[in-house]
């Protein structure tokens, strides 16, 4: 949580959310079990799975032009499984790469033949951040470790409703922030006065 905090970070999303960043959620990217099946990840746009139609989708993509959340990954271990297609959270698909993401149902949505995708290759402690607007998709490969850390942040202008990703009551336990720096606590503090209604 000193990680999620640490001024470093913040300092360097402040300008791109044109405001302070603040906490969304955290998510751990590992290897799967090796009884699961090695598979390629599907292009998406995390708009896609928080909207029901795609006008709803355009909407939440472009009505607001500027960056409201980032996600930051920080390499545990050399990882290699994500790719991005950058400059794709500024508009919408090309008719290629709407073939790929959404047409017949998604069929082909796990397609290694996006155009422009590039690569992320991060050794450990190297840090990458995207924004979630644009086309991305992981690989999920139980024969290759993988401990990626995933830090959800938002702008603070434009925090977002309640939901499933910001809903951790767990921040209401008791002493839950004590062992924590004056920093640390300070950080989420904001997080907590703004879904503190939802949580209860
Ligand atoms: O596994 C990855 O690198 C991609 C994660 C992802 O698709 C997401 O956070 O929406």
């Known amino acids: 949580m000193d990680l999620i905090a640490d ?3 913040l300092e360097l999303l402040t300008p791109i959310l044109k405001s302070r960043p603040l906490f969304r959620t955290t998510t751990l990217l590992f290897n799967p079990l090796a009884e699961h ?13 928080m909207t029901k139609t795609e006008e709803d989708e355009k909407r939440m993509l472009f009505d607001d032009r500027s960056t409201t959340a980032i996600q930051l990954m920080i390499a545990l271990v050399p990882s290699s499984d ?6 794709s959270q500024l508009r919408w698909d090309t008719p290629e790469e709407y073939h790929i993401r959404k047409s017949e149902n998604g069929i082909h949505n796990t397609s290694n033949d996006m155009p422009g995708a590039v690569r992320v290759s991060l050794q450990p402690g190297d840090s990458v951040s995207f924004d979630p607007r644009g086309l991305h998709r992981g690989q999920y490969r139980h024969e290759v470790p993988r401990r990626t850390l995933l830090l959800t942040y938002v702008a603070s202008r434009s925090p977002g409703a309640p939901d499933a990703f910001n809903r951790q009551p767990w921040f209401l336990e008791p002493d839950y922030l ?16 703004a879904y503190r209604e939802s949580w209860r």
Do not use: C, M
Not at 37 to 49: E, Y
Not at 82 to 87: A, E, H, N
């Open 7 to 9: 001024e470093a970070i």
């Open 37 to 49: 099946p090695t598979r390629d990840g599907n292009w998406h746009r995390d708009a896609q799975f």
């Open 178 to 193: 004590k062992p924590l720096s004056p920093q640390t606590r300070a950080f989420f503090e904001p997080f907590i006065e």
């Open 82 to 87: 994500s790719q991005v297609v950058p400059g």
